[in-house]
């Protein structure tokens, strides 16, 4: 999207949401092919021509998208930054008292991005232009920023330090397919309407840390060359949030299938006990000494296998079990103040020709009086 960045820039309409191709004869125009943009030019014509004018590889244009009324500004990627609003042509900062998580969701959504993740005042900067001078009043469901109702602001004054900043999570257009878990399998991109398979144009490992960078799910494990010979050309840096900010070509590449480091769902933990010892205390679990207790470690169902690791913090003990129907439990004697303490447990499992580990939340236990 570096190419469309610039369009939207010098158009003054916002940041880049989607791209698409066409037939380009549709109206009888000749076009030519860009190369070199990096984002930050503020024409078209400051990036390079690759190819004679006139000259279009496969005979398609390219149709872009801009948000139009609002942006993000000075954040990383696409999906972050200091929410500007255009205002009589000029753009205008967003004071965080007019703005709230509805209006979050719909100007994620009207940038192309996921959910709201993080809203903060003064996160990325105040700007230096003007703050914008309504409150919005968005129900979370429109599909744009300008379909929300507006009213005049309570408090003509915005503090500084109370631009609003916005993070959203990364557009649910790249997944992982056929590998039992959303973070392995054959690379998809959600591109003209359809899943289309992705291939690598050059170093392949860089586009599979941005997949597992734009999934959530950790670093790059491995890569590989998938079963298919038919995935669209990307070519990305490995710095990029989201595959969306890579280039793009329609020749068949081979697929590619990664394997990320987040492999493994996060386990659960639980105590239960058969008499009667375990209650429910103002800071957590409670339990009465000399009774019987049980934890009992347990994961969803994605592979066969591995095993549970039971940590106990400020003590050197762990206890290890198999992992039967994916989960294993943990039998503790005539409890006494040594019990007391947060525990943990760990699922270890051995696939893909590599050791993947995933810790549960802390167990918090309180060893009280009879």
Request: charged share 20%.
């Amino acid at each position: 999207m570096r190419e469309t960045k610039v369009v939207c820039r010098e158009l003054d309409c916002g940041n880049p949401v989607a791209e698409s191709r066409g037939p380009l004869i549709e109206d009888g125009r000749r076009g030519v092919r860009l190369g070199g943009c990096y984002g930050n030019e503020s024409s078209i014509r400051q990036c390079d021509i690759i190819e004679e004018p006139g000259v279009c590889n496969g005979e398609y244009y390219h149709h872009v998208t801009c948000s139009e009324s609002v942006r993000l500004v000075d954040g990383a990627g696409l999906c972050s930054g200091r929410v500007e609003v255009k205002s009589n042509q000029s753009w205008a900062s967003v004071c965080e008292a007019d703005f709230d998580r509805q209006d979050a969701e719909v100007v994620c959504r009207d940038v192309g991005c996921g959910a709201p993740a993080a809203l903060q005042g003064g996160l990325y900067g105040e700007g230096e232009g003007q703050t914008w001078d309504k409150e919005f009043q968005c129900k979370g469901k429109e599909s744009l920023l300008l379909d929300c109702d507006t009213s005049d602001r309570e408090n003509n004054t915005c503090l500084p330090g109370n631009a609003v900043g916005l993070t959203c999570s990364e557009p649910d257009d790249v997944r992982l397919v056929g590998g039992g878990s959303r973070c392995a399998g054959r690379v998809e991109w959600y591109d003209q309407r359809e899943w289309r398979t992705v291939g690598a144009v050059k170093n392949q490992e860089d586009v599979a840390a941005v997949v597992c960078r734009q999934l959530g799910c950790g670093s790059t494990v491995s890569v590989l060359p998938g079963n298919t010979s038919r995935g669209i050309g990307v070519k990305c840096s490995g710095s990029e949030f989201s595959l969306r900010e890579c280039r793009r070509t329609y020749e068949l590449r081979p697929g590619l299938t990664v394997i990320c480091s987040d492999l493994l769902v996060q386990p659960d933990i639980s105590l239960t006990d058969s008499m009667g010892g375990v209650f429910r205390g103002h800071q957590g679990p409670e339990m009465f000494r000399g009774y019987n207790f049980t934890i009992t470690c347990s994961t969803q169902p994605q592979y066969p296998g591995g095993s549970f690791l039971l940590t106990f913090t400020g003590s050197n003990r762990t206890h290890t079990q198999p992992a039967v129907n994916h989960s294993a439990a943990f039998l503790f004697p005539a409890a006494d103040d040594s019990h007391q303490g947060n525990y943990s447990c760990v699922y270890d499992n051995y696939v893909f020709s590599h050791n993947f580990s995933s810790e549960s939340e802390l167990l918090s236990l309180v060893i009280t009086g009879n």
